[in-house]
Each structure stands twice: as structure tokens, then as C-alpha cells.
């Protein structure tokens, strides 16, 4: 069964609007989730490091204040996109290690879709 | 920065046939290298790694030889399944941490 859960699977918000995405580690604690994007056709893009306890890591070109991120327990890490334009419209995955740091054993959330009218 | 490009897809091939995609990778340093597979309406799934130059991946049939004089991380199966057809992406890990740098994917089709 999935070891990475993500709530909810699918949304649909109105332009201006805030979506929180859930992302939560089910049989293991993490300190350390990921963030994704997967556009069409095209590959995931890691947006951000999600550090339990701490600010979040983002990568270049990834707008802190438009995609906040919180990871308040060793088992719960948030996306809130604000104020959500149609281009925000994407798919959003989350990753959490279970394994030993560098061995890529990383489990998968199935993916938030969001789709901004 | 460290990337990973692979091939262009979709892939479309016949039951039983031979698979090749191909993968090569840019990385300062040493990387660990991986191929994930996204069944569809799941979540992405590690499918094999290989930690060093010439280690060999392998599950469900699937290989994967880490090559670093050609920097390329092909995979390959003998015998494609009509469940097979998915979405397979290259990655890597460089530096010692569980971030991943992934390839844009390809995706498989296999028809009966």
C-alpha cells in the first residue's frame, strides 16, 4: 500500500484563490519531504526541500511567497499555493525518503492536480 | 547545474519485443543513478539504481548499466509486457542527499 499519502487528488480553484495540498508520510517519519511539479509531457521539476521544523529549501526560480511550504510534524508537509493563476494549473507531487540519505529510496504521493479557472 | 536527458517518447512496441531507452547524464562528482517508473494513476515507483561506474541494475526483468565513460544510464529489457506500458523516468542523486534531478520522462506503450 502507498507509504506517501497526498490530499486531495484533484481540485479545481478560481483564479485569486489559496489551495492547500497535503502531503503526509503513512508508515515512517520524515524528516525531509520534496516537492515536485510535472508538467505535460515534460518532466518533474523539484520546487522545493521541506525541512520538519525548519524554512523550506527552494530551488532557483521558485517563488517562496507564492508556494508556501510547511512541514510541522515528522509526518505532515503542506503546499499552499496563493493567490492561484490559471498558469499554477499542474500536477504536484510530493517524495519522502524512508531509506538512508544519497540511496534515492524515495516514496511517491500519487500527485495533487490542480487545475486554476 | 547536474541534468539527465533522455528520450524522446512515446515508445511504442509490440509484446515480447526488446526495449531500449536511453538516458545519459551531466553531474559534477560521483551520482548515484535511477530509473522510476509511473504506472498509470499511481505515484512514481524506484524500478532499479546503481550506486557506481559498471554496477548493474536489474528488477522485473528490467537492466540498467551505469556507464561513466559514455555518462549514460540506457535501459533495456529483453521481453516488453502489455503492463510495462508506463511512464519511465532517468534521475540521479548527486552530492549525498535524497534530492533527485529527474529526466523528462518516456513513455512506454506495448500493445498485445
Known amino acids: 500500500g502507498a507509504v506517501v499519502s497526498q490530499h486531495p487528488s484533484r481540485v479545481i480553484c478560481k483564479s485569486g484563490t489559496s489551495v492547500k495540498i497535503e502531503c503526509r508520510s503513512l508508515?515512517?517519519?520524515?524528516?525531509?519531504m520534496f516537492w515536485y511539479r510535472q508538467f505535460p509531457k515534460k518532466s518533474l521539476m523539484l520546487m522545493a526541500t521541506s525541512n520538519e521544523g525548519s524554512k523550506a529549501t527552494y530551488e532557483q526560480g521558485v517563488e517562496k511567497d507564492k508556494f508556501l511550504i510547511n512541514h510541522a510534524s515528522l509526518t505532515l508537509s503542506t503546499l499552499t499555493v496563493t493567490s492561484a493563476h490559471p498558469e499554477d494549473s499542474s500536477f504536484y507531487i510530493c517524495?519522502?525518503?524512508?531509506?538512508?540519505?544519497?540511496?534515492?529510496?524515495?516514496?511517491f504521493g500519487e500527485g495533487s492536480r490542480l487545475t486554476v479557472l | 547545474g547536474d541534468s539527465v536527458t533522455q528520450m524522446e517518447g512515446p515508445v511504442t512496441l509490440s509484446e515480447e519485443a526488446f526495449l531500449t531507452i536511453n538516458c545519459t547524464y551531466t553531474a559534477t562528482g560521483y551520482p548515484s543513478l535511477f530509473w522510476y517508473v509511473q504506472y498509470p494513476g499511481e505515484g512514481l515507483q524506484l524500478l532499479l539504481k546503481?550506486?557506481?561506474?559498471?554496477d548493474k541494475g536489474s528488477n522485473k526483468g528490467f537492466e540498467a548499466t551505469y556507464r561513466k565513460e559514455t555518462t549514460s544510464f540506457h535501459l533495456e529489457k529483453g521481453s516488453v509486457q502489455v503492463s510495462d506500458s508506463a511512464v519511465y523516468f532517468c534521475?540521479?542523486?548527486?552530492?549525498?542527499?535524497?534530492?533527485?534531478?529527474f529526466g523528462a520522462g518516456t513513455r512506454l506503450a506495448v500493445h498485445p
Open positions: 534521475a540521479l542523486i548527486s552530492g549525498g542527499y535524497n534530492k533527485l534531478i
Open positions: 546503481a550506486t557506481k561506474a559498471d
Open positions: 508508515d515512517f517519519q520524515a524528516t525531509t
Open positions: 517524495s519522502a525518503g524512508g531509506g538512508r540519505e544519497g540511496t534515492g529510496e524515495l516514496f
